[in-house]
Structure formats: structure tokens, C-alpha cells
């Protein structure tokens, strides 16, 4: 709690009480939201605490902005644990969010489709997800400020939650998928036989990402919604090479769309 007083402290010289209620957490090739609504910004390396990204695509921006009547703060871009980052910093981010009152989040990534009835390009709400990272972000002392030592994980991504989301996606007459997100720790892709096990299991899209954000927001008690869009097929779908370009190039032809699902999702939570 004291490194969260140091990190909140540091931020309100930028803000002037401005308290966000929903969080919004931008993946490879998402961050175009933030630099069209952003009131003010900081980089992640001058906040205390804040591990820094190396990844293409993520510009590594704490944002804040008003959207519509909504106060919103986003990630431009997050960390991840293939980066060398442990579990406990790629989620401090959220549980910052909470002291800051954040009641929402929306948790975006680019995914590998596994379901051979999804293309790249198309936008999948995450209804449940399997943790293949080989860690948990809750191993250690636990702070009871935040949250229970075992936080049940039944629905992690709300369900009235994805009624609005669904509603917003007929609304743009756009063909939102369902589905299961697998998490690897990256970064290397998964192989065709690990790609195999996940759809055995029911996994739906894959990716490095996500979940332990998602645990950590539940175990805070914030509300969780899931976006994966689906930039390529993951490995042993298509005879395709994977290459973090394509993601890239994919999550750009759809960023419309997607801003402006997550734009009326915004107006209607």
C-alpha cells in the first residue's frame, strides 16, 4: 500500500482529482483510442513503480480522458511477463486503478484465433480463460485492502457486462464471437501440438497476455471485460509463419471497429 500511496501521489500532480471510474487496458496495434481522446498523459517510466514496455505496438502511456460523461483512464500498451517483468509488476497497474476507483475494465489484447470457425479480423468477447502461463499474479503475501487470500474465480468476466457488449455489437452490426482465451507466457508462439491441446481443452483464441490482469481485477473486486481481437490464426490453424507484423497489420484494419465498439460500450455501462 505504500508503493500504491507513492504511485497515486505521483499521478495526482497530474490529474487535480480527476477519478476515473472504468479502466481500459489497449493491446498490440489498440492504442489509437488513447491518442484521440486523451486529456493528459504520462509515460510509465516517470510513475513510480511502473515497469516500462519494450513491445512494438505498445507506447507505454498512462492516459486520462472524458469520454461522452464517462472519466476513463487507459493503458496505452501493458507489460508482460515474457518481458522479464514478474506477475506482481504487469498487474500493479490495476490494483492502482482500484485506489483510483476504478469500477470497470476492459481488457483488450490481439489473440491467435484456434476456433477454425473465426478469421483474423474478428473481434471475440472473452468469456472465460485458461491460465497456461505457469504462474499466478496472487502467489504472496496477500493485502487484505485489496482483496480475500482466495478469490473465487467462477466469473471472472462479467456476464451482464457482455449482454452490453453484445448489444453494442449488433447495434454496429458487427459478428462478435464468444470465447475462451488460453494465456501462455510467450514469447515464443505456441507450437502446433500445444495450439492442439488448448482447443482439446476448449480454448477458443491464444495469446500472452490478459489474464493475470484479469485475475487481479477480480480479486479487487472490479468488474472485467474481455476483448481479443483476432489477428491471425494460431500456429497449426493455417500453414502461415507467425509473425508479430501480421498482428500489427491486423489489429490496424480493424481499429475502427473496434474503437468504436469499445466508444458505445463506454456510453451504455
Do not use: W
Not at 488513447?34 to 512494438?56: G, L, N, Q, R
Not at 515474457?82 to 497497474?93: N, R
Not at 490478459?210 to 500456429?235: H, M, R
Amino acid at each position: 500500500m505504500n508503493m500504491i500511496k507513492e504511485t497515486l501521489d505521483y499521478i495526482e500532480t497530474y490529474t487535480d482529482n480527476f477519478q476515473p471510474e472504468i479502466g481500459i487496458v489497449l493491446g498490440s496495434g489498440l492504442g489509437e483510442l488513447a491518442d484521440t481522446y486523451s486529456e493528459f498523459s504520462i509515460p510509465y517510466s516517470k510513475i513510480p513503480h511502473f515497469a516500462s514496455s519494450t513491445v512494438e505496438g505498445h507506447k507505454g502511456n498512462l492516459v486520462f480522458a472524458t469520454i461522452g460523461n464517462k472519466k476513463v483512464v487507459m493503458m496505452q500498451g501493458r507489460n508482460h511477463f515474457y518481458e522479464g517483468h514478474t506477475m506482481q509488476e504487469i498487474t500493479y497497474p490495476i490494483k492502482v486503478m482500484k485506489e483510483l476507483g476504478v469500477k470497470t475494465v476492459i481488457l483488450t489484447n490481439a489473440a491467435g484465433a484456434i476456433n477454425k470457425s473465426f478469421r483474423p479480423g474478428d473481434l471475440m468477447v472473452i468469456t472465460d480463460h485458461i491460465n497456461f502461463m505457469g504462474s499466478n499474479p496472487l502467489i504472496g503475501p496477500n493485502n487484505e485492502n485489496l482483496g480475500t487470500r482466495f478469490p473465487d474465480m467462477s466469473e471472472v468476466y462479467n456476464k451482464e457486462l457482455i449482454k452490453v457488449v453484445d448489444a453494442a455489437g449488433r447495434y454496429l452490426n458487427l459478428n462478435l464471437k464468444h470465447g475462451v482465451y488460453f494465456a501462455s507466457s510467450g514469447p515464443s508462439y505456441e507450437t502446433p501440438a500445444e495450439i492442439r491441446m488448448a482447443r482439446y481443452m476448449g480454448a477458443d483464441a491464444a495469446g500472452m497476455s490478459t489474464v493475470p490482469e484479469a485475475i487481479v481485477a477480480n480479486y479487487c473486486g472490479i468488474k472485467v471485460i474481455g476483448i481479443s481481437c483476432l489477428s491471425n490464426y494460431a500456429s497449426g490453424i493455417s500453414n502461415k509463419k507467425l509473425t508479430h507484423e501480421e498482428v500489427i497489420e491486423t489489429t490496424n484494419r480493424v481499429k475502427e471497429q473496434f474503437k468504436n465498439l469499445v466508444l458505445l460500450v463506454l456510453k451504455t455501462i
